[in-house]
């Protein structure tokens, strides 16, 4: 196996190969240099192929996780193309979200990181500054969270936590059923339950759940039977 395609089979992007490595900064970064095996490229938006129309002069860069203690970047020129609904648009590119400059698994570790120890802990391992992973994470949750829809939901627990050292306080929302985090609020009390009830469920969605579990609290009470 040549080094390329082993370098290729380690990067695991489908449809695409290293055409070239180099190595920067002192051994220190590890740069590939990316290709598409076939000529086709798709709508990021529609996900139509489209006919390609421009190659950008300046070649994109996104980081990816650190192998075996280096940085890795990946280097691509992307193409625009002509889609029949969006017209000229830069075309999709699988291993990253639109105008991100990391790749998913980059957001992936970060966002499973920083569930589990401190920012700065995290931003070591993933070997950026502490700044630069906060813009990241609150841009990825963000867009993240646009996508996010509450479906099927018929089991809810509402709870409060509290932060900053009990003077802040934050409602959560649960499906209990699928024991996921559906909502957090800012604040507590009726009128942030309120909010959930308001904002996030439809009429419909209301009237399908049949149980709710939460603590004791005439408010969490009154406003599920109230909603
Ligand atoms: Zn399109």
Redo the contacts with the bound molecule.
């Keep these: 196996m040549s080094i390329l395609k082993f370098i290729t089979k380690l990067l695991n992007i489908k449809g695409y190969r290293v055409v070239s490595f180099s190595f920067l900064d002192w051994y220190r970064e590890l740069w590939l240099e990316v290709k598409p095996h076939k000529n086709g490229a798709r ?1 990021p ?2 996900d ?1 192929r ?1 006919k390609i129309v421009h190659k950008l002069e300046q070649p994109r860069i996104w980081r990816d996780i650190p192998v075996c203690g280096k940085k890795v970047f990946l280097v691509y020129r992307p193409r625009e193309i002509k ?4 017209g000229r ?1 830069q075309e999709n590119i699988p291993w990253a979200a639109r105008h991100a400059r990391v790749t998913y698994r980059f957001e992936y570790s970060l966002l499973i990181y920083c569930s589990t120890m401190t920012q700065k802990a995290a931003a070591g391992l993933l070997k950026i500054s502490t700044s630069t992973l906060s813009d990241m994470l609150h841009r990825t949750i963000t867009r993240v969270r646009q996508g996010h829809k509450i479906r099927g939901l018929t089991h809810i627990g509402i709870d409060e936590i509290s932060y900053c050292k009990g003077r802040k306080f934050a409602t959560i929302v649960y499906d209990l059923k699928r024991s996921k985090v559906l909502w957090v609020g800012q604040g507590k009390g009726r009128e942030t339950i309120d909010r959930f009830f308001v904002n996030e469920l439809s009429k419909y969605q209301r009237k399908q759940i049949i149980a709710a579990c939460c603590d004791m609290s005439r408010t969490y009470i009154g406003a599920i039977e109230h909603w």
């Design positions: 709508c938006i529609c139509r489209g889609c029949k609904k969006h648009i």
